[in-house]
């Protein structure tokens, strides 16, 4: 019996992060955060001096990444280790977030994540978070969301949480990244941000958590 994957695809700041945590503790399902893939090869690039658009070099790093997912006995992610250092606080900054989406537009480095990707579809079942799970990694998938959000709020959730790291940043500021990182991720060649024909599309805009968490679950136990 093939092992069901639950793809959950948008934009940043979209929710999946969240959604995908919640339905898969939920569920009791496994995490795939390939975000996280594109933002180790941008960090791991620029500590070792390697520009975001030399293809080769960034292919070969991708493929051959030394990184760990750590997780709670409760299946929640804690940390993230890059040659067994803890990068989980250094992968979710702005420029790394930045310099993820401009290395994440070469078809050399997908290639190179795609069978990574799919070593997590592993028993009981896996919740895929991304923008190309439905389209590309796991277009078998029985289960695909497609979450979006207008910018100026998915802006605002941004602000909320940088404030709340005690950073100090300016919503216009991101807003703007917001849309130029939405620009680059939609108008690439290589699998562009999409939704799948398949996907259901869930405008999570002026929804609660609580309510895009029961939709979800609702297309799971379809
Ligand atoms: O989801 P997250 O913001 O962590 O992803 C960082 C960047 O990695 C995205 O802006 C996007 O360019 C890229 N990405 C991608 N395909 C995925 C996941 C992320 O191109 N499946």
Redesign the pocket.
């Known amino acids: 019996m093939t092992v069901p994957v639950l793809c959950i695809?948008g934009p940043?700041g979209s929710g999946?992060?969240t959604i995908t945590q919640l339905v898969a503790q939920k569920l009791g399902w496994t995490i795939l955060?390939?975000?996280?893939?594109?933002?180790l090869t941008a960090l791991s690039a620029e500590r070792q001096g390697i520009a975001c658009n030399d293809a080769l070099s960034l292919a070969s790093l991708a493929a051959t990444l030394d990184i760990e997912f750590v997780a709670s006995a409760y299946g929640e992610p804690v940390k993230v280790l890059l040659e067994s250092e803890d990068v989980t606080q250094a992968?979710r900054l702005e420029t790394t977030?930045?310099n993820?989406?401009?290395?994440?537009?070469l078809p050399e480095v997908?290639a190179a994540l795609l069978q990574r990707?799919r070593d997590f579809r592993q028993a009981p079942g896996l919740v895929a978070?991304?923008?190309?799970?439905g389209t590309v990694?796991f277009p078998d998938a029985p289960f695909k969301v497609f979450l979006t959000a207008s910018a100026q709020a998915r802006a605002e959730r941004r602000f909320q949480q940088l404030k709340a790291q005690g950073e100090d940043v300016r919503i216009a500021h991101l807003l703007k990244e917001i849309e130029e990182?939405d620009a680059?991720?939609m108008g690439?060649k290589a699998?562009p941000?999409k939704a799948a024909d398949d996907a259901v599309t869930i405008d999570t805009t002026a929804h609660s958590i609580e309510k895009v968490l029961e939709n979800v679950l609702a297309i799971v136990s379809r």
Request: proline share 0%; charged share 40%.
């Open positions: 695809d940043s999946k992060g955060d390939s975000g996280a893939l594109y933002r992968i977030g930045n993820a989406s401009k290395v994440a537009v997908r990707q978070d991304g923008r190309d799970m990694v990182r680059r991720d690439r699998a941000l």
